[in-house]
């Protein structure tokens, strides 16, 4: 697996009837990215999650950003519905109905390969490596039992 290098723009980041709420950037987000909560800043504090944040089973993600917002600035997060997120592996097709789980670049997704992955949702359709592609989010992060 090759991680991609940069994101690119989401021209749409919702599909259809969805549940969000409102936070604020604690630092710069870009639509489509996983968040997980900013816990130096305190409450209502978002940042983009990444497998590569210290310790970062204990921050769970709990959305994806339906906006793009600099630090300080308003952005809703999706919790429940379907949205359109980037594969995080250049090299290897999300095959559809295959559950996934957040990438190791920041906000992307991979597919869950083995036994503890948690499950941020599941392929809608297949995504190319790099490419963009529908995801079910799954409410509330789970582990999986192995993929």
């Known amino acids: 697996m090759a991680a991609i290098s940069a994101p690119t723009s989401i021209p749409s ?48 993600p709990i959305g994806v950003a339906a906006n793009s917002a600099a630090v300080g600035q308003e952005v809703t997060i999706i919790t429940d519905g379907i ?36 499950v941020v949702g599941v392929a809608i359709d297949s995504i190319v490596g790099a490419g963009y592609g529908r995801v079910k989010l799954v409410t509330g992060a789970v582990h999986g039992a192995g993929f």
């Open 13 to 60: 980041v919702i599909f259809g009837t969805y549940i969000s709420f409102t936070g604020i950037a604690g630092t710069a987000v870009t639509a489509g990215q996983f968040l997980l909560a900013n816990k130096t800043k305190g409450n209502g504090y978002y940042d983009p999650c990444t497998v590569t944040v210290a310790n970062w089973l204990a921050y769970k």
């Open 83 to 118: 949205v359109n997120v980037m594969n995080g592996d250049d090299t290897t097709t999300i095959l559809s109905g295959y559950p996934v789980k957040v990438g190791t670049y920041v906000g992307s997704v991979i597919k869950c390969a083995t036994a503890g992955d948690t």
